[in-house]
Protein backbone atom coordinates (compact mmCIF):
# COMPACT_ATOMS: atom_id res chain seq x y z
CA UNK A 1 0.00 0.00 0.00
CA UNK A 2 1.04 3.72 -1.10
CA UNK A 3 2.14 5.60 1.90
CA UNK A 4 0.64 9.38 1.96
CA UNK A 5 2.76 12.18 1.82
CA UNK A 6 2.49 13.93 4.93
CA UNK A 7 2.37 17.65 4.61
CA UNK A 8 3.81 19.87 7.32
CA UNK A 9 1.51 23.04 7.79
CA UNK A 10 4.40 24.72 9.45
CA UNK A 11 6.59 27.33 7.06
CA UNK A 12 10.14 26.32 6.99
CA UNK A 13 12.60 29.10 8.45
CA UNK A 14 13.51 30.13 4.78
CA UNK A 15 10.16 30.26 3.73
CA UNK A 16 8.87 32.23 6.84
CA UNK A 17 11.64 34.70 6.08
CA UNK A 18 10.87 34.87 2.42
CA UNK A 19 7.31 35.51 3.02
CA UNK A 20 8.00 38.39 5.42
CA UNK A 21 9.42 40.67 2.40
CA UNK A 22 13.07 40.35 4.03
CA UNK A 23 14.42 38.56 1.17
CA UNK A 24 14.48 35.55 -1.12
CA UNK A 25 14.40 32.25 0.12
CA UNK A 26 18.25 31.38 -1.00
CA UNK A 27 19.30 34.69 0.50
CA UNK A 28 17.41 33.70 3.22
CA UNK A 29 19.56 30.27 3.42
CA UNK A 30 22.83 32.39 3.23
CA UNK A 31 21.72 34.28 6.38
CA UNK A 32 20.97 31.11 7.90
CA UNK A 33 23.94 29.82 7.11
CA UNK A 34 26.07 32.96 8.05
CA UNK A 35 24.71 32.79 11.71
CA UNK A 36 22.41 36.08 11.04
CA UNK A 37 19.34 34.78 12.10
CA UNK A 38 18.31 33.81 15.80
CA UNK A 39 14.39 31.93 16.50
CA UNK A 40 13.66 32.64 19.99
CA UNK A 41 16.67 34.00 20.47
CA UNK A 42 18.64 31.12 20.03
CA UNK A 43 21.07 30.95 16.96
CA UNK A 44 18.99 29.35 14.27
CA UNK A 45 21.04 26.44 12.84
CA UNK A 46 18.51 24.60 10.49
CA UNK A 47 17.06 26.51 7.20
CA UNK A 48 14.65 23.69 7.03
CA UNK A 49 13.34 24.46 10.53
CA UNK A 50 9.48 24.73 10.88
CA UNK A 51 8.49 28.40 12.29
CA UNK A 52 5.86 27.72 15.01
CA UNK A 53 2.96 30.73 15.25
CA UNK A 54 4.96 31.30 18.87
CA UNK A 55 8.00 31.79 17.48
CA UNK A 56 10.48 35.05 17.35
CA UNK A 57 12.37 35.23 14.64
CA UNK A 58 15.39 38.11 14.03
CA UNK A 59 17.40 38.43 10.91
CA UNK A 60 19.84 40.78 10.85
CA UNK A 61 19.13 42.17 14.35
CA UNK A 62 15.76 43.19 13.07
CA UNK A 63 12.29 41.17 14.28
CA UNK A 64 10.12 40.41 11.35
CA UNK A 65 6.91 38.88 11.14
CA UNK A 66 4.59 37.51 8.50
CA UNK A 67 3.20 40.81 6.90
CA UNK A 68 0.35 40.99 4.13
CA UNK A 69 1.99 39.98 0.49
CA UNK A 70 1.22 42.87 -1.83
CA UNK A 71 1.89 42.63 -5.82
CA UNK A 72 1.08 45.66 -7.83
CA UNK A 73 1.39 46.69 -11.39
CA UNK A 74 2.89 49.60 -12.66
CA UNK A 75 3.11 51.67 -16.12
CA UNK A 76 6.46 52.88 -15.70
CA UNK A 77 7.13 56.43 -17.20
CA UNK A 78 10.42 57.06 -18.31
CA UNK A 79 13.18 58.67 -16.24
CA UNK A 80 12.41 56.68 -13.53
CA UNK A 81 15.24 53.96 -11.50
CA UNK A 82 13.80 50.73 -11.11
CA UNK A 83 15.49 50.53 -7.68
CA UNK A 84 14.39 51.15 -4.19
CA UNK A 85 16.19 54.11 -3.61
CA UNK A 86 19.22 56.39 -5.94
CA UNK A 87 22.46 57.95 -4.49
CA UNK A 88 21.94 60.33 -7.10
CA UNK A 89 18.16 61.55 -6.08
CA UNK A 90 17.04 60.53 -9.58
CA UNK A 91 12.80 59.64 -9.77
CA UNK A 92 12.53 55.91 -8.24
CA UNK A 93 9.42 53.64 -9.39
CA UNK A 94 8.74 52.85 -5.58
CA UNK A 95 8.55 57.17 -5.27
CA UNK A 96 5.38 56.32 -7.73
CA UNK A 97 3.84 53.91 -4.74
CA UNK A 98 5.29 54.50 -1.48
CA UNK A 99 2.40 57.40 -0.68
CA UNK A 100 -0.51 54.63 -0.91
CA UNK A 101 1.18 50.98 0.37
CA UNK A 102 3.25 50.94 3.86
CA UNK A 103 4.64 47.66 3.00
CA UNK A 104 7.98 47.96 1.32
CA UNK A 105 7.86 47.02 -2.17
CA UNK A 106 10.78 45.79 -4.16
CA UNK A 107 10.42 45.60 -8.33
CA UNK A 108 10.69 41.92 -10.25
CA UNK A 109 13.61 42.15 -12.53
CA UNK A 110 14.74 45.85 -13.91
CA UNK A 111 13.53 48.52 -17.10
CA UNK A 112 16.51 50.79 -18.33
CA UNK A 113 15.32 54.08 -17.43
CA UNK A 114 14.59 55.00 -20.51
CA UNK A 115 12.22 52.17 -20.99
CA UNK A 116 8.83 52.52 -20.39
CA UNK A 117 5.89 49.85 -19.68
CA UNK A 118 5.00 47.12 -17.01
CA UNK A 119 6.55 46.54 -13.91
CA UNK A 120 5.67 44.00 -10.95
CA UNK A 121 6.19 45.05 -7.76
CA UNK A 122 5.96 42.68 -4.46
CA UNK A 123 7.29 42.14 -0.92
CA UNK A 124 6.65 38.18 -1.79
CA UNK A 125 10.77 37.70 -1.75
CA UNK A 126 10.02 33.80 -3.16
CA UNK A 127 7.70 35.06 -6.59
CA UNK A 128 10.02 37.51 -7.26
CA UNK A 129 12.96 35.25 -7.08
CA UNK A 130 10.73 32.57 -9.05
CA UNK A 131 9.99 34.76 -12.15
CA UNK A 132 13.27 35.79 -12.36
CA UNK A 133 14.81 32.85 -12.78
CA UNK A 134 15.36 32.26 -16.61
CA UNK A 135 14.27 28.50 -15.66
CA UNK A 136 10.76 29.46 -15.51
CA UNK A 137 11.08 31.03 -18.89
CA UNK A 138 8.85 34.48 -17.72
CA UNK A 139 7.51 36.19 -21.29
CA UNK A 140 7.92 39.55 -22.01
CA UNK A 141 6.42 41.39 -24.86
CA UNK A 142 8.04 44.95 -26.27
CA UNK A 143 6.66 47.25 -28.68
CA UNK A 144 9.70 48.92 -30.18
CA UNK A 145 10.21 52.64 -32.45
CA UNK A 146 12.58 52.91 -34.53
CA UNK A 147 14.32 55.85 -35.91
CA UNK A 148 14.31 54.48 -39.21
CA UNK A 149 12.78 51.35 -40.74
CA UNK A 150 13.22 47.57 -40.06
CA UNK A 151 14.94 46.15 -43.19
CA UNK A 152 12.66 43.16 -44.13
CA UNK A 153 15.70 40.80 -44.22
CA UNK A 154 17.03 42.17 -40.61
CA UNK A 155 13.60 41.30 -39.59
CA UNK A 156 14.05 37.58 -40.60
CA UNK A 157 17.17 37.13 -38.66
CA UNK A 158 15.81 38.02 -35.94
CA UNK A 159 13.22 35.65 -36.24
CA UNK A 160 15.60 33.34 -37.24
CA UNK A 161 17.85 33.49 -34.16
CA UNK A 162 20.39 36.36 -33.58
CA UNK A 163 24.05 35.82 -32.04
CA UNK A 164 25.34 38.22 -30.04
CA UNK A 165 28.03 38.45 -28.30
CA UNK A 166 27.30 36.42 -25.23
CA UNK A 167 25.08 34.45 -27.00
CA UNK A 168 22.75 33.45 -29.65
CA UNK A 169 18.86 34.80 -28.65
CA UNK A 170 15.81 33.29 -29.19
CA UNK A 171 12.42 35.13 -29.95
CA UNK A 172 9.03 34.07 -29.73
CA UNK A 173 7.21 36.56 -32.00
CA UNK A 174 8.80 39.67 -34.03
CA UNK A 175 6.51 41.58 -36.77
CA UNK A 176 6.12 44.80 -38.09
CA UNK A 177 2.97 46.84 -36.43
CA UNK A 178 1.67 49.73 -38.27
CA UNK A 179 4.76 50.55 -39.85
CA UNK A 180 7.85 49.24 -40.86
CA UNK A 181 9.76 51.44 -37.88
CA UNK A 182 7.09 50.17 -35.18
CA UNK A 183 8.07 46.49 -34.44
CA UNK A 184 6.34 43.93 -31.72
CA UNK A 185 8.50 41.33 -29.99
CA UNK A 186 7.98 38.63 -27.47
CA UNK A 187 10.84 37.08 -25.88
CA UNK A 188 11.85 35.22 -22.72
CA UNK A 189 15.54 36.08 -22.20
CA UNK A 190 16.61 38.12 -19.48
CA UNK A 191 19.85 39.34 -20.88
CA UNK A 192 20.91 42.69 -20.14
CA UNK A 193 19.31 45.65 -22.50
CA UNK A 194 18.74 42.29 -25.05
CA UNK A 195 15.91 44.01 -27.07
CA UNK A 196 17.65 47.36 -27.10
CA UNK A 197 21.03 45.23 -28.27
CA UNK A 198 19.01 42.89 -31.06
CA UNK A 199 18.13 46.00 -32.97
CA UNK A 200 21.60 48.26 -32.50
CA UNK A 201 23.52 44.89 -33.81
CA UNK A 202 21.95 46.34 -36.93
CA UNK A 203 22.83 49.78 -36.23
CA UNK A 204 19.30 50.76 -35.80
CA UNK A 205 18.43 53.89 -32.63
CA UNK A 206 15.74 53.01 -30.99
CA UNK A 207 14.09 55.59 -30.22
CA UNK A 208 11.08 54.33 -27.74
CA UNK A 209 11.06 51.15 -25.97
CA UNK A 210 7.71 49.76 -24.15
CA UNK A 211 7.02 46.93 -22.03
CA UNK A 212 3.56 45.90 -22.74
CA UNK A 213 3.13 42.72 -21.86
CA UNK A 214 4.55 40.61 -18.66
CA UNK A 215 4.15 36.93 -17.78
CA UNK A 216 0.68 36.96 -19.50
CA UNK A 217 -0.19 40.59 -17.65
CA UNK A 218 -1.11 43.47 -19.82
CA UNK A 219 -1.34 47.07 -19.77
CA UNK A 220 -4.85 47.14 -20.80
CA UNK A 221 -6.36 50.33 -18.45
CA UNK A 222 -3.25 51.35 -17.07
CA UNK A 223 -2.34 54.44 -17.91
CA UNK A 224 2.06 55.75 -17.92
CA UNK A 225 2.32 56.50 -14.44
CA UNK A 226 -0.11 54.71 -12.73
CA UNK A 227 -0.63 51.44 -10.95
CA UNK A 228 -3.12 48.83 -9.77
CA UNK A 229 -3.36 45.77 -7.10
CA UNK A 230 -3.07 42.71 -9.16
CA UNK A 231 -6.35 40.04 -8.52
CA UNK A 232 -6.62 37.02 -7.02
CA UNK A 233 -6.58 35.11 -10.01
CA UNK A 234 -3.55 36.77 -11.33
CA UNK A 235 -1.68 36.42 -9.13
CA UNK A 236 -2.71 32.48 -8.62
CA UNK A 237 -1.40 32.43 -12.43
CA UNK A 238 2.06 33.39 -11.43
CA UNK A 239 2.04 31.43 -8.63
CA UNK A 240 0.92 28.17 -11.02
CA UNK A 241 1.61 29.31 -14.24
CA UNK A 242 0.70 26.23 -17.47
CA UNK A 243 2.80 28.53 -19.05
CA UNK A 244 3.86 31.84 -18.38
CA UNK A 245 3.57 33.77 -21.83
CA UNK A 246 2.38 37.03 -23.12
CA UNK A 247 1.50 38.71 -26.52
Request: net charge positive.
Amino acid sequence: MKKEKVINPLPSLTKYIAQSGVCSRRRATELVEAHKVLVNHQLALEPGYRVKPTDTVVVQGEPIQKQRKVYILINKPKDYITTTSDEKGRRCVTDLVTPFVSERLYPVGRLDRTTTGLLLMTNDGELAQKLSHPKYEVAKVYHVTLQNSLAQQHLMEIKAGLELEDGLVHVDFVDYLEKKSSIVIQLHSGKNRIVRRLFEHFGYIVKKLDRVGYAGLTKTGLTVGKWRALTAAEVHALKHPNHISAR
